[in-house]
């Protein structure tokens, strides 16, 4: 697994930069060397943020945690990815994820512009066709509130949610 660590306002160090290379890299057996592992480390007044980001073939996991310690945050970081990766892989045996799906979910983070705009982070990603069962499937093995597909059978942007009530919504995007 390819490993990199990026510091922002924070010193990793030696001692942390293997810690973090030792206990992301049990991760690997899930994944063999062909995943790719992005490690924020970032300090924010006087808490620590930690948060790690795995690509792979056909999935993308994340954790983030902010805490007092950055080695708390490790601790507490992992556990939540590897359970987010058993889960994917005991969901993926019931769902059939087309091999379209790109390698990478989130391609690229583009830099942040310059001037009073308020956007604050901008990501690119691809959009394969895959059916809403493949989207609700994928929406629960990254954990996040939405997720942004191409519908395979309307051929239609889609943007599937997770509503109060733990149902989903969709919300088809016309040209």
Known sequence: MNIEIVEKNYDVGARLQGLIEKKVGKLEKYFGKGANCKVVCKKEGNMFKLEISISAKNCFFRSEVIGENMYNNLDIALPKLEKQIIKFKEKR???????????????????????????????????????????????????????????????????????????????????
């Not at 997720?147 to 009530?165: D, H, P, S």
């Open 93 to 175: 045996k019931d769902f059939k994820i087309p091999d379209v799906v790109s390698d990478l979910l989130f391609l690229e983070e583009l830099p942040e512009e310059e001037g009073p705009s308020k956007i604050s982070k901008r990501k690119s990603f691809s959009l394969d066709p895959i059916t809403e069962e493949d989207a609700i499937f994928m929406l629960e093995a990254i954990d996040h509130d939405f997720y942004v597909f191409l519908n395979a059978e309307t051929g239609k942007i889609n943007i599937l949610y997770r509503r109060k009530n733990g149902e989903y919504g969709l919300i088809e995007v016309n040209k």
